[in-house]
């Protein structure tokens, strides 16, 4: 596949519908993780333009910033911190609808107002989250949470 994407739908469920194949055939044949985590935020954040999307991997018993796209990120988050260290100790996806409600929001920026966190999941060991975030109240459903997490399933073969 060549290295663009082609997403015409107008509805959210459409939109992952469509782009899901092509980020498969995207990574499919890529066994960097780096590349690959890459590519999936640039894929996300040019397909649905959400105001932040980014990895946060495991490492030295914290999650440390990865590939993402956006404004400068957070670089070190404890695993009992925030949205991604609560996805992280919980095992499972975080919405939430309004960050300034989330007791122990690491606000990286001011401008985040609501955030999904998915885990990826390998081995049964949390290896990294991805963590979007938008710039709307309320902008993150279970429709979302359904499509990152297969976006997510799709990578743990990189890890």
């Known amino acids: ?17 469509d782009l899901i194949p092509q980020l ?19 894929a996300l954040r040019q397909t649905f333009g959400f105001f932040w ?3 946060y991997v495991v490492k030295q018993n914290q999650l440390i910033l990865a590939p993402f796209q956006g404004d400068i990120a957070c670089t070190r988050i404890p ?10 100790t919980q095992a499972k996806t975080i919405i939430v609808p309004d960050v300034e ?15 999904i966190v998915v885990p990826i999941i390998k ?6 989250v991805l963590d979007v975030d938008s710039d709307e109240l309320d902008d993150f459903s279970e429709i979302d949470k359904k499509y990152l997490e297969e976006i997510v399933n799709i990578l743990t073969l990189s890890f």
Request: proline letters at 0%.
């Open 53 to 55: 999307v980014g990895f």
């Open 79 to 88: 695993f009992h911190k925030g949205v991604c260290g609560a996805c992280y």
């Open 24 to 42: 498969k055939s995207l990574l499919e044949n890529e066994t960097d993780l780096i590349a690959n985590l890459a590519n999936t935020a640039a």
């Open 101 to 115: 409600k989330f007791e122990g929001h690491i606000a990286c920026s001011s401008l985040s107002k609501s955030e």
């Open 123 to 128: 081995n049964n060991e949390v290896v990294a």
């Open 1 to 17: 596949m060549a290295e663009t994407l082609l997403v015409t739908s107008t509805t959210k469920q459409e939109k992952y519908i």
